[in-house]
C-alpha cells in the first residue's frame, strides 16, 4: 500500500514570486509520481509526472519537480508565479509492478495555492 | 477534441434516496475511473474498467455504491440509499488504457449534496 503526504494545505504567495509544493510519500514498492493542478469547478490536470531517468522533470506551465528516492519526496517548484496559478495542486502515486495495479493513483489531500497580486 | 463529461454537475437529494452518476469518456479510451474527492478524505479511487468489466472494485465503499459500463464507453455509478457521509465530489477519468503510462484525463465531476 501506499500514502502520499502533502506537508501544506494552504501555501499563499505573492505574484513573481517563487514557489514550494511539498509532497512526500511511503511506499513498500518502486512507484511512479505525478503532480495535477484541479482549476476551480474543474477536473484535474496533469502537470508533469516521473516515470524513470532523470529525477528532474519539467511539465506544462513553467512548472518542474525533482524525484528524491532517498528522502521519498517529490517537491514542485516553480520559480515566479502568476495570479493564473491559483489553484488546488495533487501529488499522487502510482506503483510500477507488473500485476496490473499499476493504473490506481493515489493522491496527496491537496494543497492550495493561493497567489496574491 | 471532446473531454470526459459528467452529469449531473450537482445532485442534491434527501437521504435514503437513490442517484445515478453518469461519465462518458473520451472516445477511444478503454479504461474508465471513478474517484471521489471529500473534505475529509481528499481524493479516493473507487473502481476501475477496463471495457465494460471492473477488475478493481476495491475502493467503493459499501455495498450501496455500484457502477457499470456498457459499450465500453458510458459509466454509470449508482449510489442507493444515500446517507450524508455520501456528499462529496464524484470524478470520473479515463485514458487510452489502463496503465500508468496512460494519462488519465479527468471530467469536472459531479457534486453530491444529501441533505
Known amino acids: 500500500a501506499q500514502s502520499v503526504t502533502q506537508l501544506d494545505s494552504q501555501v499563499p504567495v505573492f505574484e513573481e514570486a517563487p514557489v514550494e509544493l511539498r509532497c512526500n510519500y511511503s511506499?513498500?514498492?518502486?512507484?511512479?509520481l505525478f503532480w495535477y493542478v484541479q482549476y476551480p469547478n474543474q477536473g484535474l490536470q496533469l502537470l508533469l509526472k516521473y516515470l524513470s531517468g532523470s529525477t528532474l522533470v519539467k511539465g506544462i506551465n513553467g512548472f518542474e519537480a525533482e524525484f528524491n528516492k532517498s528522502q521519498t519526496s517529490f517537491h514542485l517548484r516553480k520559480p515566479s508565479v502568476h495570479i493564473s496559478d491559483t489553484a488546488e495542486y495533487f501529488c499522487a502515486v502510482s506503483d510500477t509492478g507488473s500485476g496490473g495495479s499499476n493504473y490506481k493513483l493515489t493522491f496527496g489531500k491537496g494543497t492550495l495555492l493561493t497567489v496574491n497580486p | 477534441g471532446a473531454g470526459v463529461s459528467q452529469s449531473p454537475s450537482n445532485k442534491v437529494t434527501e437521504k435514503g434516496k437513490d442517484v445515478e452518476l453518469r461519465c462518458d469518456p473520451i472516445?477511444?479510451?478503454?479504461?474508465l475511473y471513478w474517484y471521489r474527492q471529500s473534505l475529509g478524505q481528499g481524493l479516493e479511487f473507487l473502481i476501475y474498467?477496463?471495457?465494460?468489466?471492473?477488475?478493481?472494485k476495491s475502493g467503493l465503499p459499501s455495498d450501496r455504491f455500484s457502477a457499470e459500463r456498457t459499450g465500453g464507453s458510458v459509466s454509470t455509478l449508482t449510489i442507493q440509499r444515500t446517507q450524508q457521509e455520501d456528499s462529496a465530489v464524484y470524478l470520473c477519468?479515463?485514458?487510452?488504457?489502463?496503465?500508468?503510462?496512460?494519462?488519465?484525463?479527468f471530467g469536472p465531476g459531479t457534486r453530491l449534496t444529501v441533505l
Open positions: 472516445s477511444g479510451h478503454t479504461a
Open positions: 477519468a479515463s485514458s487510452r488504457l489502463g496503465t500508468y503510462y496512460n494519462e488519465q484525463f
Open positions: 474498467f477496463q471495457g465494460n468489466s471492473a477488475p478493481d
Open positions: 511506499s513498500s514498492v518502486s512507484v511512479y
